[in-house]
Each structure stands twice: as C-alpha cells, then as structure tokens.
C-alpha cells in the first residue's frame, strides 16, 4: 500500500515552474477571454459556505461577471465604472468610481487578476513566485489593503487554475474551467 | 632656490587664501542640504490670530493644500495610462474628492431629504431591488468591502444625503471626472515636473490645479534666473573691474569673495530659517555688485600720494557708503514678509563675510588705482539742491504718491498655462459660489441666516446660492422625521431580504441619537463636516458663517468680514506688508539722515545725498501715475535697495569733495550696480524683475547726479585732490 502511494506520488507530474517572464508570455497581450468559474465564498456575511457559478466575459475593455446559480447577477466593469444588471435586465449604475480610489482600487485589479496582468497586480501587490502558484500580499499603504494575500495557482501550461482571496472577513476560492483566450500574435522579430 | 623651496615659499604667500578656501569648502559642505522653497505667498501668515486662524483652518477644509486635482474627461485610454503611470511614478497617490465621512454623521442629515424619498427608500420594493443588488455585488471578489459598508447603513441613506448634497451649493464637489491626487511629500520636482509636462502637452483635454504646479514654475524660473543672472552679472562685472584697475589677481579676489558671500549670506539665512526661498537664492547673483562695491570703496586707502586729507575724506566716504548699506538692509530685516526678511538676512550675511573675506588682503587693496574719467560736471550750492529737493517734493505732492497695493501674481511666477487653468478652475468654483468667500461674524445667539441677512438685503451674498437655501423647513423637516419611524422595521425585512440571498448581515435597528431637526448652524457644522467646505466655524469666541460674494461685490470685503479665499487673502496680507515696509523706509531715512548729518556735519551735504532719491521719488510717481500702475511691496523693497546702494554714490563724492578718485570709484560701482540688476530685467520670476528695474531706475538717476552735479561749498574745492591721477 505504502509502495503505491509512493509510486503515485512519484508518477504525479511535478508542479510548473513559475516565472515572471513564463507569466507575461503565457498571458500578456489578452484580447479576449471567457471561462466558467466556480466560486466558493465563505465568511462573515455568508450563513454558509456559497458556492455560484459564474460566466467570465473578459476584454482589456470590460469584464462580465455573470452569476448564473443559484441566483442571476450580471456585473459589468467598464473602466472606473461598475454597473449591474438584474433578472429583469433592469440596469442599476453604481455610479463613476472616479471619486472613489479604493473602489477603483478594487476595480483595477479584478480586472487585472482575471486577466492574469502582472504589471496590473504589481502596482498595488508584493508578488512571490513559487511552485505551480503566485503569492500576492498588498503594499503598504495601498488601497487594497483589504485583502490579507491573493494566491494564483496555474496549471501544467501556465494556465490559470484557481485563485484564492482572503480578506478578514471573507475567504474566496475561484476555480476556473474551460478557459478559451485570444492573444495577439507576438511582435515580429526584428530584421537581422 | 630648489623647488621644494620655491613650493614652500608659495604656500606661506597663500596661506591665508588656502584657510578662505578650506573655509568656504567647510561652509559648503555645512549648507549642502539646504532645503529650497518654491512658493513665496505659502509661507506668509496673517498677523491677526483670528484672521489668521480663518483663513487657515477654511483652507484645511476646503483642501486645496498638499494635493492636486486633475478633469481628465477628454483623454483617450492610452493618454489616461500614460498620466495614470508618470503620476505613481511621481509618488501621486489618488484619494476621494470627498473624504467619507462617518456613516452617523452622514445619516444625522437625514432629515434634509424629503419625507417622500425616505418612504420610497424604506418601501419593500425598494428593499428587495437593494437586496438583490447586494448579492450581485457580494458575488464580485473584494465584495465583502462593500457588504461591510452596507452592514453600517443598510438601507442606503448616505449616499441618497450625499447625492442631495452634492446638488446643493459646494456641498458635495463631486465633479464627475474630477481626480484628487496626494501630493508626494517631500516635493521631487523632476518627476513632478514631469507629471507638469505631459498635463501640459495633453491641454486643453485635461485641466489640473494644485500648489505643486505652481511650485515647479517657481522652482524652474527660480533655476533658470540663478544660472543666467549670475553668470551675467558676474562676467560683466568682472570685465567692468578689469577695465577701471588693469589687475587679474583682483578678479580673482572679487571672484572668491562672491562665493565666500554667496555661502555666507546663505549660511546667515539658514541660521534664522528652515528654508529657503529659491529666489532669494536667485537673489544672491547681485552680491557681486554689493560686494564690487565694497572692494572699490576700502581700496586704494593707504596710497600716500594723495596726503592724510584724502585718507580721512576717503574714510568719510566708507562709512557714510557702508553705513547707509546696512540702515537699508536693517530696514528691511524688520519688514513682515519671509521672503523679504530673507532677503535682508542674506544681504547682511554676505556683507560681512565678504568684509571680513578682504580682512587678509589688506595689503593688497592699499595699493590699487583706478583709471579715471573726464566727466562734466555742473557745481551748484547748497541752497540749490534745497530748492531741488524742494521742487521734487512739491511735483510728488501734486503728482499724488502712488497707491500701494500687492497682488499674489506679483508675488510669484505664473506662466499663462497656469493662468488658464486657475480660470478654469475660478468658473467651476464660481458655479458653487466659492471664488470669493467671506467669513462673516454672527451676533450671540443670532441664526446664521440672519448673520447673513444684511449682506442678502446689500446684494453682497446670494442667498439662492448659499446652502442654507437648501435647508427645509421646520415642518418638511417634522415630516422627514415622522417617515423615518418606520427605520427599524425597515431595516428587519432588508435582513429578511439578504438571508433569501445567503447572506447574513446584523445591522443596527437604532438611527444615529444625534437625528432630529436641524437648524442653520448645526445644518452648516454637519454640511462641513462631510463635504470639501467649510460653511460654519467658531474663531476668536465668536461664530461665523462663510458666503460667497456676489459677482457685482467680488473683491469688495464688507466691514467686519473676513475674506477666507487664497488670492483676496494674500493680496490683502501683502498690501499689508507693502503699507508697513513703506513705513519702515521711511524711518530706515530718518535713521540715514540723522547718520549723515553725524558724519557730514553739514545740512547741504546731506540734502545732496538724498537728493538723487527725490528726483527717483519724484521719476517713479510719474512714471506709476501715466501707466496707472501701483507700488508694491517689491518695489518697496528695491527703494530700500536704492538707497543702500545707490546713496553711496552721492555720499562719497561729496565726502572726498568731488575728487577724480571718488568720482571714479562711483562710476565704477554704479556701473556695476546697474550691470548687476540690470540684469535681473532678464529674469523670469516677476519678483526679481520688478527688483531689477526699480533698483536700475533708481541708481542710473543717482549715479547720474553724483557725477553731474557737485556741490560747491566754500573753502571746500582747496581740499580737493589732484586732478587726473594716473591709473
């Protein structure tokens, strides 16, 4: 029995090499991007752990957040501004979030985790790389202080996988599936 | 002699400017650091607390200190990246227009909404649209951030206070693209100036306004007068020296002696002052010409050709010059204004140090000559220069002494880019009513709208502008509270809503304690309190209320008010300062006069002293009456200028009794002094020109009389020296 485990443990594939620049290649230049993910929230204000499947829309333009069970939501961030449309399509502004820095804030980098955008991340994070996962701890005195550590796991091929958010009064495991991405094509290489 | 000899024998002949040039390393060293401060209007503080205590805390409210706002609508999204990343890299931190306030303060304003609006925000359909909308935002990651402020004001009451606000007069600000940024602290200019750049080249899409910008103009005009003024000057008064003494080793003395000046005159300052104004340092370039001045009067004393008489005249001459120098400078120490008082401080400093710098080469000054001049000049008596003097002061009587007022733009450099954007700026505080605002005092146990009444009735305030318009009735305000009742049975079915959701919230049933009607004062304390102004304080033991002025009153600030806006403020605590170093002049004269009659002995030869100072007086009211100009407190200052240097002319040609030397030596300095603040024509910053051209005036008109005209006392011209000594 032992024999086997060990067997099964040593026939696992090893987790990926995570890099800055393995990141930046695998995920920089999104065009568009569309995932399911699941999305576990638990806390302080959930009577219980909530799961939610969610549609991810994302272009560097606007992001979708759709929830599709147990309740339909639809969030929709379009630069600063944040708006979310009901069961009934009716659509409710939560107004420009230009006057609101933490707002934004939060925002900005939904936008760039979901994207996988480092440089996006790095403005307010401490980034540490390390097997199959990133690790993200918010600069001091930044507005997303909210957030205790942000963890991104990745697949074999550098693809997102999952990640986990913790705050001090929630913790937020996403998972992603079915991850279909349009990059564009790499700058050509210059003339010898 | 062996070269270790000869090397020896050089260093003991320069030993003494080997300890000025360790000295002047050390006093480097020591001021390397020296801190620099951009904005010369910033630092001025009213000298009456209320006043002062007013405008200061209405400034901290209203923030427009240590932060910058930029309207960036019209960018594109690259553009917005672009200035996004050179202002975090400028260490710009972006913060709320609106600080936000806590939720009781906040929800204390409820009864400003109307009692309709508060049945519709606690119906069930508004509750259940709220639950929903909730859950959509919980569902988002970081979403907690917004149920725990849904946890504090669950049913939505602050932001409908605050959008009901923000249509009101100034009270909430919000202007939808407005940003605020954190200033970086300490300034860096080059990545500020950067920032300053590239909003610049992104106008007129993009509008910004902050004290910072303003500072970095200051910084870069200061920067630019410094090299070029003192280049300018010092090349032109090097050239000026060669020309009169034939001598290179007093070039290098006067050079050395600049710098031993500069740093002393600095090190003075920074004895008294944390900072230093950087135009004061600009300022520095014209020691050269003091310091020229200095060299010419103390050489040449031990010559014996000319016999003890002329020594003795010669004397008469340093002291009256260096005495009227430092009475000047004294003058303006004791002015009001920072920048002034600096100003004065390194003036002295640097007299001295370079005083106290020719100490070891005294022995060298002894024996210079200077090449002298045929010059014409016109003898009058006494009674002449009297009736001169006489005849200017009756034309400044009948010309009227110009009126003497200060603005901040005289104060400080502004370029027109700077100026379009605080128009910008002036139209959007004028829709709020804020360009021009006023603290107004109340009676005891008066409301403020009766404190504001007799300025209403004078058309002085608008009432239809002022906040308290929006202040509801008593009984509008009865209803609001009677809706309110219904709170904590609102609350309880919104928790009812959110646990359908999965969520699980414990708001507070219980509204604020502090809810309940409000009137004017506690309306404007608590408007203050969670929106960028100030309408309402207590100063001094007496309450104010703050209004803005009517466009056809700008400007005009009724009796017993007090202006709280930056640019009546400081125009009003400049002319101030303009009127008090007026006065200081005048005693700073009184105090010469009396010097000289000391050390002239002679009624005639003082009033030929100050005569070319009538004939300026009486050019500068002329000239200020035909262009309708005012005086201003640089003005004020460059004749306190005037007559430290350009007295001295006057005042050494009559006491060495018009000889060549004397004549010479004053065609020398005043030449220097007109090269050296002539060339602050050139400068960018207004302080510096306005300086330049009042200090040129001035001296060209003394310099002028002291050659052409002499003074012809009896038995005075047999003491005269020999006429052409060689140079």
Redesign the interface.
Same mark, same amino acid.
């Given at each position: 029995m032992i024999a086997a485990v060990l067997a099964l443990a040593l026939a696992a594939p090893d987790a990926p090499a995570v890099t800055a620049d393995g990141l930046r290649a695998r995920h920089g230049g999104v065009r568009r991007l569309t995932a399911d993910v699941v999305?576990v929230?638990e806390?302080?204000? %959930? #009577? +219980?752990p909530?799961e939610?499947r969610?549609a991810l829309r994302y272009t560097p333009?606007r992001v979708e %957040?759709e929830?599709l069970a147990?309740?339909r #939501?639809? #969030?929709v961030i379009q &630069?600063d501004a944040l708006w979310?449309v &009901?069961?009934d399509g009716a659509r +409710?502004d939560?107004g420009?979030a230009? &006057?609101?820095?933490?707002l934004?804030?939060?925002l900005r980098?939904?936008r760039a985790?979901l994207a996988v955008d480092l440089d996006g991340i790095e403005?307010d994070f401490v980034l540490r790389y390390g097997p199959g996962e990133v690790t993200a701890t918010p600069r001091p &005195?930044s507005?997303?202080g909210?957030?205790r550590a942000v963890r991104l796991r990745f697949g074999p091929d550098l693809e997102i996988a999952s990640?986990e958010?913790e705050?001090a009064?929630?913790k937020?495991r996403?998972r992603f599936e079915r991850v279909q991405r349009e990059q564009r094509a790499p700058a050509p290489a210059p003339a010898p | 002699m062996t070269a270790a000899a000869w090397a020896w024998s050089a260093l003991r002949r320069a030993r003494g400017t080997l300890a000025v040039l360790a000295g002047v390393a050390a006093l480097a060293f020591a001021l390397r650091d020296t801190r620099l401060e951009q904005d010369p209007v910033r630092s001025l503080t009213h000298p009456d607390p209320v006043r002062a205590a007013l405008f200061d805390r209405y400034q901290q409210r209203s923030r427009f200190q240590d932060r910058i706002y930029v309207e960036d609508a019209g960018l594109t999204?690259d553009e917005r990246a672009r200035l996004d990343a050179a202002l975090?890299a400028a260490g710009y /931190?972006? =913060?709320? $227009?609106?600080e936000?306030p806590a939720p009781d303060v906040v929800l204390s304003l409820a009864p400003l909404l109307p009692a309709a609006d508060l049945e519709r925000l606690l119906s069930d359909e508004r509750l259940g649209?709220r639950a929903?909308?909730a /859950?959509?935002?919980? =569902?988002?990651?970081? *979403?907690? /951030?917004y149920? /725990?402020e849904l946890?504090r004001d669950p049913l939505g009451l602050g932001p409908a206070v605050l959008e009901r606000l923000s249509g009101s007069s100034g009270g909430g600000g *919000?202007a *939808?693209?407005?940003?605020a940024y954190r200033s970086p602290l300490p300034l860096r200019y080059d990545s500020v100036g950067a920032v300053y750049d590239l909003l610049v080249s992104l106008t007129p899409r993009v509008y910004f306004i902050g004290n910072d910008f303003f500072s970095v103009e200051n910084y870069r005009a200061a920067n630019h007068d410094i090299v070029l003024c003192s280049i300018l000057s010092l090349v032109f008064n090097l050239a000026l020296f060669y020309v009169f003494t034939g001598r290179w080793s007093l070039l290098g003395l006067l050079l050395l002696g600049t710098v031993v000046s500069g740093l002393t005159g600095l090190g003075a300052v920074r004895a008294f002052h944390g900072e230093v104004f950087a135009v004061v340092l600009a300022y520095t370039s014209t020691f050269v010409g003091f310091n020229n001045e200095s060299l010419v009067h103390l050489a040449g004393l031990r010559r014996g050709a000319a016999g003890p008489g002329h020594r003795r005249r010669a004397l008469l001459g340093v002291w009256s010059a260096i005495g009227t120098t430092v009475i000047g400078f004294l003058v303006l120490l004791l002015g009001r204004s920072p920048m002034v008082r600096q100003m004065a401080i390194a003036s002295l400093g640097g007299m001295f140090g370079f005083l106290l710098f020719l100490v070891p080469y005294r022995a060298l000054l002894g024996g210079i000559r200077f090449r002298s001049f045929r010059i014409p000049e016109l003898p009058v008596r006494g009674r002449t220069v009297a009736i001169l003097c006489a005849a200017c002061a009756a034309g400044l009587a009948a010309v009227g002494v110009p009126r003497l007022a200060t603005h901040i733009d005289e104060f400080r450099f502004q370029s027109p880019v700077l100026d379009a954007q605080l128009a910008h700026f002036s139209t959007r505080l004028d829709a709020y009513g804020l360009d021009d605002v006023i603290a107004v005092p109340a009676a005891p146990a008066t409301a403020a709208e009766d404190a504001l009444a007799p300025l209403v009735a004078a058309g002085t305030v608008d009432a239809a502008r002022h906040p308290l318009a929006r202040l509801p009735s008593r009984e509008a305000q009865a209803e609001s509270l009677r809706a309110l009742g219904g709170y904590g049975a609102a609350v309880d079915r919104f928790r009812a809503h959110l646990?359908a959701? *999965? $969520?699980? $919230?414990a708001p507070a049933r219980d509204l604020p304690a502090a809810i309940g009607p409000l009137d004017g004062w506690t309306y404007l304390d608590r408007l203050g309190a969670v929106g960028p102004v100030r309408w309402s304080d207590d100063v001094g033991g007496r309450r104010w209320v703050m209004a803005g002025l009517t466009k056809a009153a700008a400007g005009r600030v009724p009796e017993g008010a007090v202006s709280v806006s930056p640019r009546p403020h400081y125009d009003a605590l400049l002319t101030s300062f303009s009127r008090e170093l007026g006065w200081l002049f005048l005693a700073g004269l009184a105090l010469m006069a009396v010097y000289l009659v000391y050390l002239q002995r002679s009624a005639a030869r003082v009033l030929y002293v100050f005569a070319p100072l009538f004939l300026s007086a009486l050019a500068f009211a002329v000239y200020a009456r035909l262009a309708g100009g005012s005086i201003h407190i640089v003005h004020v200052m460059g004749f306190s200028l005037v007559i430290a240097l350009a007295l001295d002319y006057s005042a050494v040609v009559v006491s060495g009794e018009h000889g060549p030397v004397e004549r010479a030596k004053v065609l020398l300095t005043g030449l220097s002094t007109l090269g050296t603040f002539g060339v602050l024509l050139l400068a960018r910053h207004p302080v510096l020109r306005a300086l330049g051209a009042t200090v040129t005036i001035g001296c060209a008109a003394s310099l002028a009389f002291a050659l052409l005209v002499s003074l012809r006392e009896d038995g005075a011209r047999s003491a005269r020296g020999v006429e052409g000594e060689p140079p």
């Open positions: 999305q929230k806390g302080k204000y %959930w #009577a +219980r909530f939610s969610v333009e %957040w929830t147990p309740v #939501a639809l #969030a &630069g979310l &009901g069961p +409710r939560l420009p230009a &006057g609101d820095p933490k934004a804030a939060i980098f939904v985790l403005r &005195g507005d997303l909210l957030f990640v958010l705050t009064d929630e937020t996403l | 999204p975090a /931190a972006p =913060m709320p $227009l609106l936000r649209a929903r909308e /859950a959509g935002l919980a =569902m988002l990651p970081g *979403g907690d /951030a149920l /725990a946890e *919000g *939808g693209t407005t940003r646990e959701t *999965g $969520l699980r $919230l």
